[in-house]
């Protein structure tokens, strides 16, 4: 939608043709039915469609490094994890290698549930294209002010953009556990950042407007100011968190994840190979 030819040079997403692969390993901090006991097999991919002020994989989001892959290499890599036990194959920030990651299926298709782990950022089209293939939707959904998604990410159109998609995920995908692992379905994630608890109140209000409170929200506090953030500087405060949960519960979220404030360290940001 850049309207750039990524045969010939790069998009805003800062990525050429091939895909970008920085880690490709078991990972335990995603949320409890998708790490499981054993680890969520998850791929981190380089660039992004975002430009977040307080990106926590900024070295990777904002300098796309690591290994290009073609879709038969990315197929071998599905192979890989699920032969190490994970229980899902887990694309992280994913969206600008959809077709690649669409052909990789030609060659392996995992037999272990797949997981769209996206920030919200996405077009209809993407989601139906994908519909096939993705059994876990793992979006974001970052902001309800259309100010804000510009002022810290660089995209005025997100709150629509990501309810339409969101909205889209719920109708395609249904929620299924089998021992208490995640095998379909939806999980909307919600960062707390600090000083912007309005916005953190108009998500939930509008995902229960329009998409229900049945659905499984993961409101995280898991923020660190990363080095590359010029806007957000300091760190959550435990009432900040707190009055996001309390707001969430008073709506009637009955299905919430709440992460435990020492989350807020920067170890659980993955070690990137840069
Ligand atoms: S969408 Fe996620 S990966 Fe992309 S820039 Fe924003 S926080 Fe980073």
């Given at each position: 939608m850049c309207g750039v030819d990524r045969e010939r040079e790069k998009g805003v997403c800062l990525c050429g043709a091939e895909p970008i692969v920085n880690r490709a390993a078991l990972h335990s901090y995603e949320e409890p039915p998708v790490s499981g006991t054993r680890g969520s097999g998850t791929i981190f991919f380089g660039g992004c469609i975002m430009r977040c002020d307080f990106c926590q994989n900024y070295r990777?989001?904002?300098?796309?490094?690591?290994?290009?892959?073609?879709?038969?290499?990315?197929?071998?890599?599905?192979?890989?994890?699920?032969?190490e036990g994970a229980h899902n194959i887990n694309f992280v920030s994913a969206t600008q290698w959809?077709?690649?990651?669409?052909?990789?299926?030609?060659?392996?298709?995992?037999?272990?549930?797949?997981?769209?782990?996206?920030?919200?950022?996405?077009?209809?089209?993407?989601?139906?294209?994908?519909?096939?293939?993705?059994?876990?939707?793992?979006?974001?959904?970052k902001y309800s002010s259309e100010e804000l998604g510009r002022k810290l990410s660089g995209r005025s159109n997100?709150?629509?953009?990501?309810?339409?998609?969101?909205?889209?995920?719920?109708?395609?995908?249904?929620?299924?556990?089998?021992?208490?692992?995640?095998?379909?379905?939806?999980?909307?994630?919600?960062?707390?950042?600090?000083?912007?608890?309005?916005?953190?109140?108009?998500?939930?209000?509008?995902?229960?407007?329009?998409?229900?409170?049945?659905?499984?929200?993961s409101i995280m506090s898991q923020f660190t100011?990363?080095?590359?953030?010029?806007?957000?500087?300091?760190?959550?405060?435990?009432?900040?968190?707190?009055?996001?949960?309390?707001?969430?519960?008073k709506a009637g979220f009955g299905n919430a994840y709440i992460q435990e404030l020492d989350s807020a360290d920067s170890s659980y940001t993955p070690p990137f190979e840069i």
């Open positions: 990777i989001s904002r300098n796309p490094v690591g290994r290009s892959y073609t879709p038969r290499e990315l197929s071998e890599l599905y192979k890989r994890l699920e032969s959809t077709d690649a990651v669409i052909e990789s299926f030609k060659f392996y298709r995992p037999k272990v549930p797949v997981v769209w782990n996206t920030s919200g950022y996405e077009r209809a089209e993407t989601v139906e294209r994908l519909q096939e293939f993705v059994d876990i939707w793992l979006p974001d959904f997100y709150p629509l953009t990501a309810l339409n998609a969101i909205s889209l995920m719920r109708k395609l995908s249904r929620d299924r556990y089998v021992q208490g692992i995640m095998q379909s379905g939806l999980i909307i994630r919600h960062l707390v950042l600090p000083g912007y608890l309005s916005n953190s109140f108009g998500v939930l209000d509008m995902i229960k407007k329009e998409i229900g409170t049945q659905t499984t929200v100011p990363p080095e590359c953030s010029e806007i957000i500087l300091r760190r959550l405060k435990p009432i900040e968190y707190k009055a996001v949960v309390r707001y969430a519960e």
